[in-house]
Nanobody, 127 residues
Framework: VQLVESGGGLVQAGGSLRLSCAAS????????IGWFRQDPGKEHEGLSC???????AEYVDSVKGRFTISTDGYTMVYLQMNKLKPEDTGVYYC??????????????????????WGQGTQVTVQS
């Protein structure tokens, strides 16, 4: 299984970026892709997830209304990030959960549901 993130970069506060996650190397269906952010010295923070077979999407409160997750229903998942803030800075990772879980639990998306990860893409938001 391989996940490749792209689309990160440097942007001014209030700006937008669109991240992409390309999944390959597997044959299972009905899985979930989640987007996570890691700040230096901190754990991965779950931001959003989507199930590929029905497009059900979930968001944590900090990104709700600003970020939109979408999928082509096959192997691509996107994260459109608008109204970016300096606190959105970090390395963004996508992960795949072959069990198809996508839910906000206790205000976050459980990282341990996700079995495979990409290498991450850096997002830097300048104030």
């Amino acid at each position: 299984v391989q996940l490749v993130e792209s689309g990160g970069g440097l942007v001014q506060a209030g700006g937008s970026l669109r991240l992409s996650c390309a999944a390959s190397g597997f044959g299972f269906r009905d899985y979930s892709i989640g987007w996570f952010r890691q700040d230096p010295g901190k754990e991965h923070e779950g931001l959003s997830c989507i199930t590929t077979h029905d497009g059900n999407a979930e968001y944590v409160d900090s990104v709700k209304g600003r970020f939109t997750i979408s999928t082509d229903g096959y192997t691509m998942v996107y994260l459109q990030m608008n109204k970016l803030k300096p606190e959105d800075t970090g390395v963004y990772y996508c992960g795949i959960d072959i069990g198809g879980h996508c839910e906000v639990v206790g205000g976050t998306i459980p990282r341990n549901w996700y079995e495979f990860w990409g290498q991450g893409t850096q997002v830097t938001v300048q104030s």
